[in-house]
T-cell receptor, first 113, second 110 residues
Framework: EPEVTQTPSHQVTQMGQEVILRCVPI?????FYWYRQILGQKVEFLVS????????KSEIFDDQFSVERPDGSNFTLKIRSTKLEDSAMYFC???????????FGSGTRLTVV | DAKTTQPPSMDCAEGRAANLPCNHS???????VYWYRQIHSQGPQYIIH???NNETNEMASLIITEDRKSSTLILPHATLRDTAVYYC???????????FGDGTTLTVKP
């Protein structure tokens, strides 16, 4: 069964450093998403991406965050200057068309120290 | 997204059917009901979705009331591996996001 692949599975970074989280969505999917989950809290929407542009973003997704689909297969989330409160599981998701369910990746655990 | 209400926790005996309720009394006509589950800290897993008709797939059945104000996810023969947090989400097909609540923690017991 096709999977959404995320790398790395765990990343530790120092506060103020830039991180890039990588995702390979399912190949025929057209809609891409990033969600995050702080330990013990709800899964929160960050951003949706379609046709090479952001279609919706949450209040969490401020100027420190950016997304890119650089080569038609990868989908990345960049955090420019990490803060302690950015520590969370970050999940990439994709879906083939609107209305269908998401397929989520297994996540990247980001720890900011 | 319409607000959904789920019980915080439920238990089910292994091999029995697990019936997980969800209330979405303010759902609008173009909103689907989606169900996902999350096992420990893994990524949420899509289970099933529907608009107004009952739906069944290899994982579960979804029963939506005629007035669409509530639904029930049925796992016909629960196993220990079905222990997870189950999320019910009401969202329109063209919604750019899904809003996850607290879900129902289902514990399947031997």
């Amino acid at each position: 069964e096709p999977e959404v692949t995320q790398t790395p599975s765990h990343q530790v970074t120092q506060m103020g450093q830039e991180v890039i989280l990588r995702c390979v969505p399912i190949s025929n999917h057209l809609y891409f998403y990033w969600y995050r989950q702080i330990l013990g809290q709800k899964v929160e929407f960050l951003v949706s991406f379609y046709n090479n542009e952001i279609s919706e973003k949450s209040e969490i997704f401020d100027d420190q965050f950016s997304v890119e689909r650089p080569d038609g297969s990868n989908f990345t989330l960049k955090i420019r200057s990490t803060k302690l409160e950015d520590s969370a599981m970050y999940f990439c998701a994709s879906r083939v068309l609107q209305g269908y369910g998401y397929t989520f990746g297994s996540g990247t655990r980001l720890t900011v120290v | 997204d319409a607000k959904t209400t789920q019980p915080p926790s439920m238990d089910c005996a292994e091999g029995r059917a697990a019936n997980l309720p969800c209330n979405h009394s303010t759902i609008s006509g173009n909103e689907y009901v989606y169900w996902y589950r999350q096992i420990h800290s893994q990524g949420p897993q899509y289970i099933i979705h529907g608009l107004k008709n009952n739906e069944t797939n290899e994982m579960a059945s979804l029963i939506i009331t005629e007035d669409r104000k509530s639904s029930t996810l049925i796992l016909p023969h629960a196993t220990l591996r079905d222990t997870a947090v189950y999320y019910c989400i009401a969202a329109s097909a063209n919604a750019g996001k899904s809003t996850f609540g607290d879900g129902t923690t289902l514990t399947v017991k031997p």
